[in-house]
């Protein structure tokens, strides 16, 4: 029985900018004919995963359940070695050569050609191996021939080193039971059959309503500047807006668990951090100017069982025009958005919602008083056989 747990948040921003294009502007995207506030999946995935890391700090997951996303993975088996007694500047070399084998190139600086998002046991398992295989790992003897695409030239490096090295590398690199791994997904693009399919997926967040933007003229002053003389010592321009933001993921359940090599008790304590990462967790885009820090006011998660993911946004396709509260408003066309659907393509469904904006949440979901509970309830229905 497939199981997908989807999540839904109204969250009103007060004047900021938290996710930035290449201009410096607050993101924005034109949906159902208006200008609307955006923050990206990726923004809001990278704000999960800072959650997860203060997870750790807290004891609640380990170093172990994470991955890394870096193409300084050389230097973190260099660390690892050394801390095993090896030299650090062979070790190094010995780091580059396995690297080799499975067609990961170090280029400059010491980095991989791209990020390597890797769980960090599959990097302790890398650095095991090398220490285990330490004699085996030399250059190999047939140097690169000139003019190869690089390509070729990487496939001929690997060849060169001994085969059962070669085995017991691609052995290690299985996601690491990492759980950002197993929901935000990989791509290697030399070891293809490392890929890992995400089981989360997550909106670009879209403020229920049209949007302007508004401009900052700030200045500064120099504190040692002569009293006698006037006028700014810096001044300029920062954009921001103020959004209801409506913000949407899915969890596959059964990928989730499948991703995690069927650790249930792993897949259930990754759902639960991931839950409430996405409640709590706010994007930093210059927070320090504007520090809105605004939890949101509405959360709805529903535990699908055997049918299709629903996106709600489409309850915002008129952009809301309130005229007392703006996420009240929003939440009650979110909520008869999730009734209408629900009548017409049916579907088993739980359904418990977290609401402090006075909403008319009605008899479709059932309502908690605060974020633990919300969490409580969702994964007893998860877990329910």
């Not at 995935?45 to 997870?55: I, T």
């Not at 003019?147 to 060169?160: E, H, I, R, Y």
């Not at 080193?161 to 791509?187: H, Q, S, T, W, Y």
Request: charged share 25%; proline share 4%; hydrophobic share 40%.
């Amino acid at each position: 029985m497939k199981t997908i747990v989807e999540i839904h948040a109204l969250q009103n921003f007060a004047p900021s900018n938290l996710n930035r294009d290449d201009t410096g502007a607050p993101k924005d995207a034109l949906f159902g004919g208006t200008r609307r506030a955006r923050v990206s999946s990726q923004c809001s995935k990278r704000a999960v995963r800072q959650f997860f890391a203060d997870q750790v700090a807290q004891g609640i997951l380990t170093a172990d359940d994470l991955a890394k996303r870096s193409k300084r993975v050389l230097e973190a088996l260099g660390t690892q070695l050394v801390s095993k007694g090896r030299d650090p500047a062979v070790a190094k070399e010995k780091a580059k050569i396995a690297l080799s084998a499975i067609e990961l190139t170090v280029k400059e600086e010491d980095k991989t050609e791209y990020l390597l998002f890797l769980g960090q046991r599959e990097i302790n398992g890398v650095a095991e191996v090398i220490h285990e295989k330490w004699d085996l790992l030399v250059p190999s003897e047939t140097p690169p021939a000139e003019g190869k695409k690089p390509g070729k030239a990487k496939k001929q490096a690997a060849q060169g080193i001994d085969p059962e090295i070669r085995k017991a590398l691609n052995k290690v690199f299985n996601g690491g039971k990492a759980l950002d791994v197993a929901l935000f997904g990989r791509m290697l693009a030399d070891m293809p059959e490392k890929n890992q399919n995400a089981a989360c997926q997550v909106a670009h967040a879209l403020s229920t309503h049209a949007v302007e933007r508004e401009f900052d003229f700030y200045t500064a002053v120099d504190d040692l500047k002569p009293e006698d003389t006037a006028g700014a010592d810096m001044m300029g321009t920062v954009e921001f807006n103020s959004a209801c933001f409506y913000r949407y993921a899915l969890v596959d359940w059964n990928k989730l668990g499948e991703n995690l090599q069927n650790d249930t008790e792993l897949a259930a304590k990754g759902l639960r951090a991931f839950l409430e990462g996405f409640v709590v967790a706010e994007p930093t885009g210059k927070q320090n100017t504007f520090a809105a820090h605004n939890p949101p006011e509405f959360v709805l998660v529903t535990v699908r069982r055997n049918s299709a993911p629903r996106n709600l946004a489409n309850a915002f396709e008129t952009a809301i025009r309130a005229r007392d509260n703006l996420t009240r408003s929003s939440a009650n066309a979110l909520l008869n958005k999730a009734r209408a659907l629900q009548a017409a393509y049916g579907g088993e469904l739980a359904a418990f919602v977290l609401d402090l904006t006075g909403a008319e949440i009605g008899d479709g979901s059932q309502p908690v008083s605060s974020l633990a509970a919300l969490l409580d309830a969702a994964m007893t229905e998860v877990q329910r056989s």
